[in-house]
């Protein structure tokens, strides 16, 4: 992991995660719940899927624009485990969790 996680909460419009993204140069965002665990994630292929192809509001809570249950993986576990979890669950990015609360992101 590079950096600190960048998070949003599952009532955040589309709108602020996008500005998030943006702001931070992401191609997707974690998105937590109050206990700071992982419930999803919303990337670019969401975005366009679900969001501008669906003519959905920008001011739409991203809950239900997110791709539920992102591949996590605890912080011990080694970059190959990481790899080999992102390749057979098909998955580009993985939460990296700490006691089940989002430490970070670790992707291909």
């Given at each position: ?20 993204m ?19 994630i ?45 390749a ?21």
């Open positions: 992991m590079q950096r600190e996680p960048v998070s949003c909460g599952t009532d955040t419009p589309i709108r602020a995660a996008l500005e998030t943006r702001r931070e140069r992401l191609s997707g965002i974690a998105v937590v719940d109050a206990a700071q665990r992982p419930v999803g919303f990337t670019q292929t969401d975005l366009l899927g679900r969001v501008v192809l669906e003519g959905v509001d920008l001011a739409t809570p991203i809950a239900s624009v997110m791709t539920h249950g992102p591949g996590t993986i605890d912080e011990m576990a080694t970059a190959q485990e990481a790899l080999a979890q992102m057979q669950l098909g998955f580009h990015q993985l939460m990296v969790t700490r006691e089940g609360r989002l430490a970070g992101v670790v992707s291909e």
